[in-house]
């Protein structure tokens, strides 16, 4: 049998190195198609349940955005909003998804004797009654400033939200500001 040369082995060696960087440069540009396709503002827009009417009158477009995108990925009306789900728009039932608008953040669910508190707007705009920087350090330490101090709030991810960056909190209350204004959830449930 033949020995492969030293030349056609280098071959080898030469068509195997330009398919493996063939494939990362491929890799590279789907990788970039998707940062420039899958914008987080856009898809927040897209995310705005319908029927929730956003005021955007004073407030930065681009943090809006982004903040739909994080608040409505994260969970944030599973336990603010109750029900979750419009009557016939519940997924686990295989039904196609219709987000509760009409109660959309404004609280609700129970956790024994903790309830999720309306995190929509005050008269004054506030959400839960919060300026941004109470907001963001209710967040990182669990602590509402509104509460008496030692308090901690339950139930509520703050530990995990609180791991957030700076702008990514910031453009959380900027969303929050710009959902409609309701009353506390007068059917609270678990
Ligand atoms: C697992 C359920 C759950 C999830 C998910 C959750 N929360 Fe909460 N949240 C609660 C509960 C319960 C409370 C009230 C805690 C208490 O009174 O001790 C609360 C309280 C709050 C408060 C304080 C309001 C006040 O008036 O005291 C804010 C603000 C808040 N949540 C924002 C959010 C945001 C924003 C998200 C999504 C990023 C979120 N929550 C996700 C359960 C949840």
């Not at 198609?33 to 987080?40: G, Q, T």
């Not at 903040?67 to 109750?82: A, E, K, L, P, R």
């Not at 979750?84 to 959309?104: V, W």
Request: hydrophobic share 35%; net charge positive; proline share 11%.
């Amino acid at each position: 049998m033949n020995k492969p040369s030293k030349t056609r082995r280098r071959a080898w060696t030469v068509a195997a190195m330009l398919a493996s960087a063939a494939v990362s440069v491929a890799a590279a540009a789907s990788l970039r198609d998707l940062i420039d396709s899958e914008n987080p503002v856009k898809r927040g827009y897209a995310l705005v349940p319908p029927g929730v009417v956003l005021n955007l009158q004073g407030k930065d477009h681009l943090l809006v955005g982004l903040g739909s995108y994080i608040v409505n990925t994260s969970g944030c009306v599973d336990c603010h909003s109750y029900p979750t789900y419009s009557p016939g728009g519940d997924p686990f039932k295989g039904e196609p998804e219709r987000l509760n608008a009409e109660e959309y953040l404004s609280g609700g669910r129970q956790f024994g004797p903790i309830t999720a508190a309306n995190i929509t707007p005050d008269n004054a705009g506030k959400p839960a009654g919060l300026t941004r920087a109470e907001f963001i350090q209710l967040l990182r330490t669990g602590h509402n400033p509104k509460d008496p101090p030692g308090t901690i709030v339950q139930v509520m991810p703050w530990p995990v939200f609180g791991k957030k960056t700076e702008l990514e909190l910031i453009a959380m209350y900027e969303y929050l500001r710009a959902i409609p204004s309701l009353p506390d959830n007068t059917h609270p449930g678990p």
